[in-house]
């Protein structure tokens, strides 16, 4: 039948073969086209590749690019923080900060504006030292390494060293000794920064002011009674002068808690009871006082709600419902705090900053194992940054929106190998034919 | 011009009228025969630089133009409905049909036109360029299997399209 059927097929086309016009000028031409077009749209795929590949690790996050000098704060707060593919170092000139992040494995991060990572240097100390950045994000005060505290101006990238502070260890023979697990305070105008360290010889009171012009000035706590020694935990600066203290007083018999204010001589300027405390264990994450000095946030442990209080009245105003990181004092919005907490889900831990009502405002991601997390003030009162991934998923703690950038860049390399793989075997089967 | 360019001219006319042949039996239509010629041709010099580097580009028109055949009526179908015409011919009641063999050319073509593309191509590749099944297969990009079952249904579907057609081919192999 073979024959037979193809002599038909023949038959059929005998004639209208004879109608069809091939002409074979122009197939070249066209060829030629189709060609370059092939291989410029190779070029642009493979371009576009590339670019989103840049874009997603150079721009999201993105990094502070604008001259340090002409920027005299932080302006913006990151709503998300990723774990980067990439970390930069803090260098001269990496502008204003909006926060830091320590981890718990003792890295410490500077977060830039829209939420990339730069790592602070440190070098052999012992664990849970806090970086403490100013509420403009312009000065950054840390423990470089066993032996060193450094004050750095990010604004005009002046450092200031002070090889008379370190880490508390048995091996220290510094003249001062400063300890992990302990806040610290940037005055006001941003000139000095009161941290926990005392004089170990002789010994003096627990902590010291460090200026931005290398001198150190002992700040000594308030005296209770009359017959009590100095005791108490700072919460921070009233105004450059003047320090606040919250000190545990007696009151109708029981427990309570003051407000001292004391300038740094450790001489008391005003006491004021506060409404709440009662019954509480004073340290010194119990207490930190806003900007402007009108607010404290009062935290006793984890399981205890912070309270917001009114530091003229010592009234309470307000109770949050977090459960606050125990290692990490709080940041503040104007006079509203943001408590640093994790947030308990599936994925792990991930560390976030929530108003005391318990609404998100910003939020790490959870493969950073966060310690503690803290923001400048002036950055929190401005608006949200971040770019692609804040635009897509705000504050949201689900997997995707750590992970999509991966996906993204694995569904760009899926595509890659298919599309070569597809070549490849285009080719290979064409060769064949050919060769038949 | 180029030496590529003179050489594949050389190649294009001489495998013209086989290319005609092949693509009015994959479309039944002169026009679309036309355009598939062109668009085989247009393939070829794209990738003539390779080509040149095995023994010959007609394995590979080959394979194109079915393909292309193939692909040009999915993507048709998805846009209009397009009915392919069995043959220039005037058909109908009004056609005037001289004698036998026009007869049969008339029926061959409006059963073939009834056939989808991949039938009509196994066909072709099967009892027209007498290729085995294995080449065939190679030539569609599919599995053997495909092309034995697409032969059967395309041999059953022109016996119930055009069974005298058919049975004047088993008269013939019988005597």
Redesign the interface.
Known sequence: MNQHLKERLDDYSVEAVQQIAVTTDGAWRAGRRRRRTRRAALAGAAAACVAAVAVATLVLPGRVSTDPASRPGVDDYPVRIADPWFTGDLEAGSGPLAGVLVTIADDRYAITEDGALLEIPYGDTTGDFLPTLSSDGTKLGYLRDAKTYVLQDLATDRVVEFDEIGDSRSDSTLPYQTTGQAPGFWSPSGEQLLIMAWRADPASSGFVALGLDGTITEVRSPQRTSSDGRVGNTVGWVDDEHVGWVQRARRDGARAVDLVVTDLAGRTVSRTPLDAGAGIQLSQWSGSLSDDGTRLLLRTDDLVPPALVDTETGETLDEGVASAMSLCGPSWRGDEPLVPTYVANESGDDGQLTTLSGQRVAIADPSLDVLCIAMASHGLAGSPAGGLSTWLFGTSEGWLSWHYLELLAGGLVLIGVTAALWTWRRRYLASRSVAR | VEPE?RE??EW??AR??A???S???LTGD?HL??DL??DT????????H??QR????D??A??VMHRLSIDRWRRRRVRVHEVLQG??SPTGASAVIDDE?AT??IL??QA?ARLTPKQRAV??L???H?LTER?SA??L?CSISTVKSQTRVALERLRVLAPD?LA???A??RS
Do not use: K, N
């Open positions: 360019e594949f001219e294009a006319r013209a009228p290319l005609a042949r693509a009015y039996l002169v025969a036309e010629v062109q041709l247009v393939r070829i010099a794209d990738h003539w390779r080509l095995g023994s010959s580009p394995a590979y080959r394979q043959d220039e063999a049969d050319r061959l073509g073939l066909l072709m099967r009892f027209h007498d080449e190679e030539v990009g057609i004047s081919f088993a013939e192999d």
